[in-house]
Nanobody, 115 residues
Framework: QVQLVESGGGLVQAGGSLRLSCAAS????????MGWYRQAPGKQRELVAD???????NYGDSVKGRFTISRDNAKNTVYLQMNSLKPEDTAVYYC?????????WGQGTQVTVSS
């Protein structure tokens, strides 16, 4: 099993920045990718960004150029640097680790962007 603990959410004004962190513990052998998803009220969960073991990254269209995902393998941690935040970025952000046949999720951290 893998346990994921997110931190770094909060309230920020539009144009501001936040950095989310997700630390993993447990058996992380075989993890293929790490990523962030978000879910706003009344909307489906969507991909924000992910990063594979080879370092390749993938971003949702709405965050390209504003958000940056990174990982620290020594700390089993993935980060999401969020800049130029907009009110439409308001959502619960979830950390996600993927194995070939399994997905692991954090408990979520609230990000609220005020206009």
């Amino acid at each position: 099993q893998v346990q994921l603990v997110e931190s770094g959410g909060g309230l920020v004004q539009a144009g501001g920045s936040l950095r989310l962190s997700c630390a993993a513990s447990g058996s992380i052998f075989g993890i293929r990718s790490m990523g962030w998803y978000r879910q706003a009220p009344g909307k489906q969960r969507e991909l924000v960004a992910d990063i594979s073991n080879d370092g390749s990254t993938n971003y949702g269209d709405s965050v390209k150029g504003r958000f940056t995902i990174s990982r620290d393998n020594a700390k089993n941690t993935v980060y999401l640097q969020m800049n130029s935040l907009k009110p439409e970025d308001t959502a619960v952000y979830y950390c996600n680790f993927k194995r070939r046949l399994s997905d692991y999720w954090g408990q979520g951290t609230q990000v609220t962007v005020s206009s």
